[in-house]
């Protein structure tokens, strides 16, 4: 069990085709797209193993699944800050092997936002612009084009080991396939105060954001091949199916 303590102050200033920070009335006090915040994170991962030196600690994970939850509580009139809100947010992941069938890593993560909020300190669907995959984001999403007050999701894959590539055994890749889905909602308080003219923002609003992919792992002994497809929503915008490549390198 582990907790960590964050304290937190922000001022953002948008830039390009985001909302200026004019659109937003700040209190007597504060300032527009301002805010003051106090975190708790509370942490359970039994049995979890480390590697530790003088001046790092990297974890090795445990063999059973992890668990955290994060609540946080903003503070107007705080160092102009002009928003008071409560956030909680939760999650579960797990590593483990399924011999002779490789192994799987599954993430499961669901938040709220209480309160009436700027798009900056709303939950923003991560997004991946660039051709490089990125584990913990929605590779097919643009960034900042979804915003939540209210989201749930879920990050799965499964590592089939050799797979069909061990009819050439010298090549000694690895097959795998991946699936992310997202689930979100916004209030119509947050829509009226966020969607104005000029904006780019969407929300799910229940709707389901998935994207599947499939590639091949240990090339080389170092890179990866990443396929991914955007399936859902079909009803939003930019929501035809389209197969990029990413490559990472892979511990």
């Known amino acids: ?5 964050t304290i937190t102050h922000k001022s953002y200033l948008p830039l390009r085709n985001l909302i200026p920070i004019d659109s937003f009335r700040a209190d007597a006090s504060g300032n527009p797209l301002t805010n003051f915040e106090i975190s708790v994170r509370l942490r359970f991962a039994y049995l979890e193993r480390f590697l ?8 090795l994970g445990s063999i059973y699944p992890i668990g955290e939850i994060n609540i946080s509580r903003g503070f107007s009139g705080v160092l102009k800050s002009s928003y008071s809100y409560t956030k909680v947010s939760a999650s579960v992941s797990d590593y ?3 011999p002779p069938y490789g192994n799987i890593s599954w993430y ?3 938040g709220k936002t209480f309160g009436t909020l700027p798009y900056t300190m709303l939950d923003i669907a991560p997004g991946n612009e660039l051709y490089y995959y990125n584990k913990y984001a929605f590779n097919m999403m643009n960034r900042w084009e979804f915003i939540h007050d209210r989201y749930a999701g879920i990050n799965f894959e499964h590592n089939i080991g050799n797979g069909i590539f061990r ?3 010298k090549l000694r890749f690895r097959q795998f396939w991946t699936a992310k889905s997202l689930w979100g909602s916004l209030s119509a308080a947050n829509k009226a105060l966020n ?11 229940g709707k389901t954001y998935l994207e599947l992919g499939t590639g091949i792992d240990n090339i080389l002994k170092v ?14 915008k930019k929501m035809m199916i389209k197969p990029l490549v990413f490559s990472e390198v892979s511990g």
């Open 52 to 59: 530790e030196s003088h001046f790092y600690r990297t974890s």
């Open 167 to 169: 009819l050439f055994p």
């Open 1 to 5: 069990m582990s907790n960590k303590l």
């Open 108 to 110: 499961i993560y669901a």
């Open 223 to 236: 890179f990866r091949i990443d396929f991914v497809w955007r399936v859902l929503p079909s009803t939003l």
């Open 96 to 98: 483990f092997k399924v």
């Open 195 to 205: 969607f104005k003219q000029g904006h780019t923002f969407q929300s799910l609003d």
